[in-house]
T-cell receptor
Framework: TQLLEQSPQFLSIQEGENLTVYCNSS?????LQWYRQEPGEGPVLLVT?????EVKKLKRLTFQFGDARKDSSLHITAAQPGDTGLYLC?????????????FGTGTRLTIIP | NAGVMQNPRHLVRRRGQEARLRCSPM?????VYWYRQLPEEGLKFMVY????????ESGMPKERFSAEFPKEGPSILRIQQVVRGDSAAYFC????????????????FGPGTRLTVL
């Protein structure tokens, strides 16, 4: 069974600060996705990283896939209240028949104005 | 260009009743996934269906839960004789491609159905 552990589980910071969320596993993934989920809604895909070491930027959000494709990080610069939400990483397995998404445990982010 | 639609958004059932959750995938998508989410937790995979076929039901409880995706109409997740432990948010996601054809396996999620069992 592939597991994805996210840390921290909860994070509350002031507007304007920087933060990093981590997604770790002992398993290798063919790709890894990050989602943001707001209360009462479904997850919304933010980015997909595929290549080991890949870095993608989405405005103030920077996503990195680990060299070994076992871990990923999400860095937010100058956080804003609109960044508040539940951040989920999800990995796609590498084996035939195991391509379904495995979701991480989630990081609940609160940005205080 | 409607996204994934789920109904009802909220469903209240008493113990022992049946719950039926519906999911209409995005237009052109023939691959549907169901997930369950408990409060403050991530999503847990339940079942993957294509039209008229269950492809992977490894995440489905062995009893009381069933899913279908008929040739016409929405996908249905059915929970018989509900218990309090079934209370959760149930999300449906759809994709235009089977996972094997895309290493991305990007999925588009509906707003979820929040099931409360009294």
């Amino acid at each position: 069974t592939q597991l994805l552990e996210q840390s921290p589980q909860f994070l509350s910071i002031q507007e304007g600060e920087n933060l990093t969320v981590y997604c770790n596993s002992s398993s290798v993934f063919s790709s890894l996705q990050w989602y943001r989920q707001e209360p009462g809604e479904g997850p919304v895909l933010l980015v997909t990283v595929v290549t080991g070491g890949e870095v993608k930027k989405l405005k103030r959000l920077t996503f990195q896939f680990g060299d070994a494709r076992k871990d990923s990080s999400l860095h937010i610069t100058a956080a804003q209240p609109g960044d508040t939400g539940l951040y989920l990483c999800a990995g796609v397995g590498t084996n035939f028949g195991n391509e379904k998404l495995t979701f991480g445990t989630g990081t609940r982010l609160t940005i205080i104005p | 260009n409607a996204g994934v639609m789920q109904n009802p958004r909220h469903l209240v059932r008493r113990r022992g009743q049946e719950a039926r959750l519906r999911c209409s995938p995005m237009k052109g998508h023939s691959h549907v996934y169901w997930y369950r989410q408990l409060p403050e937790e991530g999503l847990k995979f339940m079942v993957y269906l294509q039209k008229e076929n269950i492809i992977d039901e490894s995440g489905m409880p062995k009893e009381r839960f069933s899913a279908e995706f008929p040739k016409e109409g929405p996908s249905i997740l059915r929970i018989q004789q509900v218990v309090r432990g079934d209370s959760a948010a149930y999300f449906c996601a759809s994709s235009p491609y089977p996972p094997i054809l895309s290493s991305y396996n990007e999925q588009f999620f509906g707003p979820g159905t929040r099931l409360t069992v009294l």
